[in-house]
């Protein structure tokens, strides 16, 4: 069978790890293109890749090209003269429904890792996906295009862990609470792990899955100590994300929760931000009659995240907390995946955040390069699909799954590798 083309867009820190991990898995495909509008962005990702030496055949290179990811004409033209088969969307989120369609038009299959955005709303209503995504749900069906949405972690392996969960653990699910902490360091005095411009805009309304109903309640208004594997006890906060609009349809829970862990210190400058306008997504005029995006301004002042990668230490724990009932018994189950951010520099030069993000992308494209059910031949979110295949391959290409089964009297009876 020939081996199906492939195309990485965006060359941020996520495109980073994943071109890394494509290089190491490049006998699975044909040709491998990684597509940024900054071709220079491409050129420093590929000499990492040499510096390291990861490609696991030395003479199947990636080759970079240029490509403007909101431009839908440019990009089937390129799609099309590149003959690519998948295109894994690593770009911002404000790309996704641009390369969405540009597939859709070529015939490549599709899979990004965040839900899409516009620039001029924050924090939509829910559930999110149908605003953008699933309105294309039929016109991938009918065209048989396998389109696989949120195959980072959070959204993504979180999804697998629930679906996991209830193939695997429970007849019923009562609650998912999804933990997201980094308890690294990378000495700055503050910068966000990913594209600041997203990160704050994921943080400005609160709306989650409680009783089989959206609640939509103010930002950092709910916390609470958690005591994680590895890193300990870390302070985590209520937060909307993704993943919840997703599986409140797709996995039948009573709650679906977010948590994800902040410092005291992220905190008093996030607010700060907030308080004074300066995470605002609504242009403004200075003295001098010049229009500037306030959150745009933030972002260019903070370090690029790519930059944390060298001196980062410690490491991050991210997993689906879930409780319900097996057999006519209470049960509760963490999974998880803990990764060290030295570890993941060592290897491809980065750090956790990105490692975690973009290593399930690569496993979702050789899942659907081998054919079989994640070559859905329509539109999915990750929860839809197999878990068992996705967690294993993670598992030999860097992320491995762990698990720890707790009695409600909240003693850890067991710990476990998958």
């Given at each position: 069978?020939?081996?199906?083309?492939?195309?990485?867009?965006?060359?941020?820190?996520?495109?980073?790890?994943?071109?890394?991990?494509?290089?190491?898995?490049?006998?699975?495909?044909?040709?491998?293109?990684?597509?940024?509008?900054?071709?220079?962005?491409?050129?420093?990702?590929?000499?990492?890749?040499?510096?390291?030496?990861?490609?696991?055949?030395?003479?199947?290179?990636?080759?970079?090209?240029?490509?403007?990811?909101?431009?839908?004409?440019?990009?089937?033209?390129?799609?099309?003269?590149?003959?690519?088969?998948?295109?894994?969307?690593?770009?911002?989120?404000?790309?996704?429904?641009?390369?969405?369609?540009?597939?859709?038009?070529?015939?490549?299959?599709?899979?990004?890792?965040?839900?899409?955005?516009?620039?001029?709303?924050?924090?939509?209503?829910?559930?999110?996906?149908?605003?953008?995504?699933?309105?294309?749900?039929?016109?991938?069906?009918?065209?048989?295009?396998?389109?696989?949405?949120?195959?980072?972690?959070?959204?993504?392996?979180?999804?697998?862990?629930?679906?996991?969960?209830?193939?695997?653990?429970?007849?019923?699910i009562d609650t998912i609470d999804i933990m997201d902490v980094n308890a690294g360091n990378h000495g700055k005095y503050f910068a966000t792990n990913f594209d600041p411009e997203i990160n704050f805009r994921e943080f400005l309304k609160v709306w989650t899955w409680v009783n089989k109903q959206w609640v939509c309640k103010p930002i950092h208004s709910e916390k609470k100590v958690h005591d994680f594997p590895v890193v300990g006890k870390q302070t985590i906060y209520l937060t909307g994300h993704d993943e919840i609009h997703s599986l409140s349809?797709?996995?039948?829970?009573?709650?679906?929760?977010?948590?994800?862990?902040?410092?005291?210190?992220?905190?008093?400058?996030?607010?700060?931000?907030?308080?004074?306008?300066?995470?605002?997504?609504?242009?403004?005029?200075?003295?001098?009659?010049?229009?500037?995006?306030?959150?745009?301004?933030?972002?260019?002042?903070?370090?690029?995240?790519?930059?944390?990668?060298?001196?980062?230490?410690?490491?991050?724990?991210?997993?689906?907390?879930?409780?319900?009932?097996?057999?006519?018994?209470?049960?509760?189950?963490?999974?998880?995946?803990?990764?060290?951010?030295?570890?993941?520099?060592?290897?491809?030069?980065?750090?956790?955040?990105?490692?975690?993000?973009?290593?399930?992308?690569?496993?979702?494209?050789?899942?659907?390069?081998?054919?079989?059910?994640?070559?859905?031949?329509?539109?999915?979110?990750?929860?839809?699909?197999?878990?068992?295949?996705?967690?294993?391959?993670?598992?030999?290409?860097?992320?491995?799954?762990?698990?720890?089964?707790?009695?409600?009297?909240?003693?850890?009876?067991?710990?476990?590798?998958?």
């Amino acid at each position: 069978m020939e081996k199906k083309n492939l195309l990485l867009v965006g060359a941020g820190g996520v495109g980073h790890v994943a071109a890394h991990k494509f290089a190491q898995n490049n006998d699975l495909f044909g040709n491998v293109y990684l597509a940024s509008r900054s071709l220079d962005s491409c050129q420093e990702i590929l000499e990492s890749i040499e510096r390291k030496k990861n490609y696991k055949d030395p003479s199947k290179k990636i080759q970079a090209t240029q490509v403007d990811a909101l431009n839908v004409p440019e990009l089937v033209k390129l799609m099309k003269y590149l003959k690519i088969s998948i295109t894994v969307n690593l770009a911002s989120a404000f790309c996704n429904m641009s390369i969405l369609e540009a597939c859709i038009e070529s015939g490549s299959a599709y899979i990004d890792t965040a839900i899409h955005e516009e620039p001029h709303k924050v924090c939509e209503n829910p559930p999110w996906y149908a605003n953008y995504e699933w309105k294309r749900e039929g016109r991938c069906k009918e065209k048989g295009i396998t389109a696989i949405l949120g195959a980072g972690f959070d959204p993504g392996v979180v999804n697998a862990y629930a679906a996991y969960a209830k193939k695997h653990f429970f007849d019923t699910i009562d609650t998912i609470d999804i933990m997201d902490v980094n308890a690294g360091n990378h000495g700055k005095y503050f910068a966000t792990n990913f594209d600041p411009e997203i990160n704050f805009r994921e943080f400005l309304k609160v709306w989650t899955w409680v009783n089989k109903q959206w609640v939509c309640k103010p930002i950092h208004s709910e916390k609470k100590v958690h005591d994680f594997p590895v890193v300990g006890k870390q302070t985590i906060y209520l937060t909307g994300h993704d993943e919840i609009h997703s599986l409140s349809k797709n996995i039948d829970a009573n709650s679906i929760r977010f948590w994800m862990g902040f410092s005291d210190h992220y905190i008093n400058c996030f607010n700060v931000l907030k308080n004074i306008g300066l995470l605002s997504e609504k242009p403004v005029k200075t003295a001098e009659g010049c229009e500037v995006v306030p959150l745009k301004v933030v972002k260019a002042c903070l370090p690029d995240p790519k930059t944390l990668a060298p001196n980062y230490t410690g490491n991050t724990c991210i997993g689906d907390l879930i409780m319900g009932m097996k057999n006519g018994r209470r049960k509760e189950l963490f999974l998880y995946n803990v990764c060290d951010h030295k570890a993941c520099y060592e290897e491809v030069e980065s750090q956790a955040i990105s490692y975690t993000a973009g290593v399930p992308a690569v496993a979702a494209a050789i899942l659907v390069a081998r054919g079989g059910d994640w070559d859905a031949k329509k539109m999915v979110n990750v929860e839809e699909l197999n878990p068992d295949p996705f967690l294993d391959l993670l598992k030999d290409i860097g992320l491995p799954t762990e698990t720890i089964k707790v009695s409600y009297s909240k003693k850890p009876s067991k710990h476990s590798k998958k």
